[in-house]
């Protein structure tokens, strides 16, 4: 997997985590682990983001299946412009306050995830926390959306779940930290970052239609080349 795409799904995480301390940060102030010992608190967290990460490396997977049969037939490229070009309109569409996508099914799915978080969520275990960051990972999220089209268009299967892990990773740091010291990140720091999260989701829209139109920069949009029916990207 490239670099680039690589740092670009870091730093969507990074950025989406400021969104996650919004939305799910309820969950991650009330983990039970908040009476235990130092050491027995930071297992626990870890283990719930552990679970969290897990399931996006998971998902990761399923797409990248999807995403193989894509480069197999030969339109990685055009799929990796696609995806780009449609993360770019999504960001439009934030900022013009419309509907961005509805997805069928999207209320029972919830209320599901619902009833798993509030099964797990007074189990200080560790295999409780572990789950409870199981079912916190299968929430629905647009910015975790936006992470399955680029793990979707990275072409294969080590390669998507490296993408999601990696948009895992980037959310760490401040769930983490939310969830050890018990406190909230101020409002307007946490609005001042929020507004940078569309750069950041254009940022990686571009890149990957710059991966896809093939324009023979090294590592950044390398050329592709075409042989039997199959395309080889030289980087």
Same mark, same amino acid.
């Given at each position: $997997?490239?670099?680039?795409? =690589?740092?670009?799904?870091?730093?969507?995480?990074?950025?989406?985590?400021?969104?996650?301390? @919004?939305?799910?940060? !309820?969950? !991650?102030?009330?983990?039970?682990?908040?009476?235990?010992?130092?050491?027995?608190?930071?297992?626990?967290?870890?283990?719930?983001?552990? @679970?969290?990460?897990?399931?996006?490396?998971?998902?990761?997977? =399923?797409?990248?299946?999807?995403?193989?049969?894509?480069?197999?037939?030969?339109?990685?490229?055009?799929?990796?412009?696609?995806?780009?070009? *449609?993360?770019?309109?999504?960001?439009?569409?934030?900022?013009?306050?419309?509907?961005?996508?509805?997805?069928?099914?999207?209320?029972?799915?919830?209320?599901?995830?619902?009833?798993?978080?509030?099964?797990?969520?007074?189990?200080?275990?560790?295999?409780?926390? =572990?789950?409870?960051?199981? !079912?916190?990972?299968? &929430?629905?999220?647009?910015?975790?959306?936006?992470?399955?089209? @680029?793990?979707?268009?990275? @072409?294969?299967?080590?390669?998507?779940?490296?993408?999601?892990?990696?948009?895992?990773?980037?959310?760490?740091?401040? $769930?983490? &930290?939310?969830?050890?010291?018990?406190? =909230?990140?101020?409002?307007? *720091?946490?609005?001042?970052?929020?507004? *940078?999260?569309?750069?950041?989701?254009?940022?990686?829209?571009?890149?990957?239609?710059?991966?896809?139109?093939? &324009?023979?920069?090294?590592? &950044?949009?390398?050329?592709? !080349?075409?042989?039997?029916?199959?395309?080889?990207?030289?980087?």
């Amino acid at each position: $997997m490239n670099w680039q795409i =690589f740092i670009s799904a870091f730093g969507l995480g990074l950025l989406s985590s400021f969104h996650c301390v @919004g939305m799910c940060g !309820a969950i !991650a102030f009330s983990l039970p682990t908040q009476h235990l010992s130092s050491i027995k608190k930071a297992v626990g967290i870890l283990s719930y983001n552990a @679970g969290r990460i897990i399931t996006y490396a998971t998902v990761g997977i =399923f797409f990248g299946v999807l995403g193989r049969q894509i480069n197999i037939l030969g339109f990685q490229r055009w799929f990796s412009i696609i995806a780009g070009l *449609t993360i770019l309109l999504i960001v439009v569409q934030t900022y013009l306050r419309k509907p961005i996508l509805h997805f069928p099914g999207y209320s029972v799915v919830n209320a599901f995830v619902q009833k798993l978080i509030g099964k797990y969520i007074s189990n200080p275990s560790i295999s409780g926390t =572990f789950l409870l960051g199981v !079912a916190n990972g299968f &929430l629905p999220c647009g910015l975790v959306y936006l992470a399955l089209t @680029g793990a979707l268009a990275a @072409g294969t299967i080590e390669g998507s779940a490296f993408f999601m892990i990696a948009f895992g990773l980037g959310t760490f740091p401040a $769930m983490f &930290l939310l969830s050890y010291f018990g406190v =909230f990140i101020s409002i307007s *720091t946490r609005n001042t970052i929020r507004k *940078t999260v569309p750069y950041v989701v254009a940022f990686m829209g571009l890149l990957l239609i710059m991966r896809g139109v093939g &324009l023979g920069i090294p590592y &950044l949009s390398p050329s592709i !080349a075409i042989s039997n029916g199959q395309v080889e990207s030289c980087h």
